[in-house]
């Protein structure tokens, strides 16, 4: 039996033992690599200098890390760093990125503030964080270019003259000198108005409020202070095209202005009687506030009625006047004279004899009776009250 030769040679056991670890290793990595990459998060943040920082520097939140910084990549005018950290780690989306140097010569690292609480949205996977929310430190180099620039402009433009600073200096102490005392005073007396002013700080801020109030309000009437302003102008332009007639009227007041002085001073205390008896007056008055009502509201009806019953063609009263609570003036004057509930015709007998007695009296009273008196039926002559009767 003839073998056929095979096309190809068999893998030797430690080769393929090879081959299988290489695998495994790669798997491995991929798996490893895979948690790594859920377990954590990225972000980007921009800076305007990253000079001392390097790929594999911490970041941190409050000092403590969590994570590293994968990669740093000028562009521009600004650099980008790329860092991943822990996914566990709540970072709220409005977080700052700040570069932390802590001595001139120790490496640096990426601190993560914000000033909210945790209880807004989370830093997004991949989010990028803009300039405006870096800061970077000072560079030594800055600072020394600062004050070296700060040196020249102080100092003198050339050897031996004097230089800003020292101009300075001269001009202060000729200007204090002699004025320790004066200038102690002033510090002491600023010192009392600064404390003055802490121990009234809950009035000043009372005050503040206040104006604050008042400011408001006329805020609010922005239109009634422009009408106001509209007629104050009005007034003022009626003032001035009366300037004349208003000088002409000033003067004769200014003339009168001796004579009524002289005139209180003669009548002082007459004069104050007066406003004394004016507020005693005024006094009552508001006492009697409530009648004084009563009679303001009623006065008009009451007039009105009294026109209302009078004829002018008769002059007479067409109606009896009656008062509440009050008897008829026929009963009443009936019941002076006789009785109470009398007849007519006795009523109308003692009326006339009351009329007669009273004319008799009043003959005997005049001093000259060159005239007879009238008859009392005829001291109102057509005036007939309606219920007194007719005359005689």
Known sequence: MIRKPTSGRRIPLPGRILGIAVAVAALVVVIVTAVDRQGTKHATAYFTNTAGMYVGDNVTVRGVPIGTIDRIEPIGDKVRVEFTYDAE???????????????????????????????????DDGAEIPMERTA???????????????????????????????????????????????????????????????????????????????????????????????????????????????????????????????????????????????????????????????????????????????DPDSRALTTAVSVADFPEPMSFICALLTTANAPQQECSRASDNFGDLLGAAVRAAQPKPAAPAPAPANLLPGLLIPGLGGGR
Not at 211 to 234: C, E, H, M, N
Not at 285 to 292: E, F, I, M, Y
């Open 89 to 123: 780690t709540f970072i709220p989306s409005d977080t700052r990125a700040v570069i932390v140097a802590p001595t001139l010569v120790s490496g640096r690292y990426i601190q993560l503030t914000t000033d909210r609480r945790a209880d807004g949205p989370a830093l």
């Open 136 to 310: 970077a430190p000072v560079e030594y180099d800055q600072i020394k270019r600062q004050l070296d620039q700060l040196a020249t402009e102080v100092g003198p433009d050339r050897p031996g003259a004097d230089g800003s600073l020292s101009r300075f200096t001269e001009a202060t102490s000729a200007a204090l000198s002699g004025n320790g005392a004066t200038l102690k005073q002033t510090l002491l007396n600023l010192s009392a108005a600064l404390q003055t002013i802490d121990q009234g700080a809950p009035d000043l801020f009372s005050t503040v409020r206040n104006l604050q109030t008042v400011v408001s309000a006329l805020a609010a009437s922005d239109q009634q202070i422009r009408q106001f302003s509209g007629q104050l102008a009005d007034v003022s332009d009626l003032l001035d095209d009366n300037r004349t007639q208003l000088d002409a009227a000033l003067q004769a007041l200014h003339a009168m202005l001796p004579e009524i002085r002289s005139y209180v001073h003669d009548n002082r205390s007459a004069l104050q009687r007066n406003v004394t008896e004016l507020q005693r007056i005024s006094g009552l008055l508001a006492n009697r506030q409530d009648d004084l009502a009563q009679i303001l509201h009623a006065a008009p009806t009451a007039l009105a009625d009294l026109y209302n019953i009078y």
